[in-house]
């Protein structure tokens, strides 16, 4: 059975760095894109960016280019987003999900985590 699981949320100050993991399990990773999305309260999931399958090629969005880097490392069946220069508005509950595509579509991720809350203020 597929499953992922986010750590490494919690409060931190505006200008300031959280790397979020994502730790995978049931699928073989190098099979798979890992996105990560996230969502404010009153709104809709976004992406943020995604690494892709094989290469390792990442995308963000434009609310993560500049601050936000996926990586992954498949000898520990884990993917990682690290945050730097968080802003208030980066306050969400972050997801990570799994795709056998390369694609940010939220509706073609068919494996989700539970998510792990991030609270930027000062």
């Known amino acids: 059975q597929a499953q992922l699981v986010e750590s490494g949320g919690g409060l931190v100050q505006p200008g300031g760095s959280l790397s979020l993991s994502c730790l995978t399990s049931?699928?073989?990773?190098?099979?798979?894109?890992i996105g990560w999305f996230r969502q404010a309260p009153g709104k809709q999931r976004e992406g943020v960016g995604y690494i892709t399958k094989r290469t390792g090629a990442a995308y963000y969005t434009d609310s993560a280019k500049g601050r936000f880097t996926v990586s992954r490392d498949e000898s520990k069946n884990t993917v990682y987003l690290q945050m730097n220069n968080l802003k208030p508005e980066d306050t969400a509950v972050y997801y990570c999900?799994?795709?056998?595509?390369?694609?940010?579509?939220?509706?073609?991720?068919?494996?989700w985590g539970r998510g792990t809350q991030v609270t930027v203020s000062s």
């Open positions: 049931g699928f073989t990773l190098d099979y798979y894109a």
């Open positions: 999900a799994a795709t056998n595509l390369a694609t940010m579509e939220r509706d073609d991720y068919h494996y």
